[in-house]
């Protein structure tokens, strides 16, 4: 551990101001969004933009897609929240049947197959399976994001676990202690959505 820290701390004089800009906004999007707090997809939709130039510098092309595809989510998050609001409440918390998380679930593994097969043979990308996985799975959490969904956290747990590896493989160290961080805060906000939805219920 102490030779993580150490590491960290004579690579961050070469941090780019970037990524540092992008990680601070990605950290203030998490911590508004356990608070439903709809100003959380400002601070998404200004990270991704910068994350999609970082991720192709990188040559993590499907994880410079998946923020171009956060960057509408940001749009569309704003959108929805916003027409579930009233004076007083926020758009209330929701959970979904099992049988739709089991085919989404096989939908995602088929689909990150056959995605990280064709990076393989048509791309020098990094990682291309675990790649694919990361991007699909993000993709449909962060729809859950949306539609405040509860089990987004669960979905959330499993994708920035493996996302820490590629990130911090790749040089981007300070992306993944942000992962880190988010692998920490998720519970915090599976929590703080099944407090309120029960709230809500009452």
């Known amino acids: 551990m102490a030779q993580i820290l150490q590491q960290l701390l004579e690579q961050a004089r070469a941090f780019s101001p970037l990524e540092v800009v992008a990680v ?63 004076a007083d409440h926020e758009r209330p918390v929701v959970v979904w049947p099992i049988r739709t998380h089991v085919a989404a679930i096989l939908t995602i593994i088929a689909v990150s197959a056959v995605n990280g097969y064709l990076l393989t043979v048509r791309t020098d990308a990094a990682f291309p399976y675990i790649d694919s996985f990361t991007t699909w799975s993000a993709i449909w959490a962060t729809f859950l994001v949306a539609r405040k969904v509860l089990e987004n956290w669960w979905y959330w747990l499993v994708i920035d676990t493996g996302s820490i590896f590629i990130y911090w493989v790749r040089d981007l160290e300070l992306t993944a202690v942000l992962f880190v961080l988010y692998v920490i805060m998720i519970p915090f906000g599976l929590i703080s959505w099944t407090r309120s939805m029960r709230e809500q219920a009452a």
């Open 24 to 86: 601070l906004l990605a950290i203030a999007y998490l911590v508004l969004a356990i608070r439903q707090i709809i100003w959380c997809w400002l601070c998404a939709g200004i990270s991704t933009a910068i994350y999609v130039w970082l991720f192709l510098d990188a040559k993590l092309y499907m994880e410079s897609a998946l923020n171009a595809f956060y960057f509408g989510m940001a749009i569309y998050g704003w959108s929805v929240w916003s027409s579930g609001r009233t």
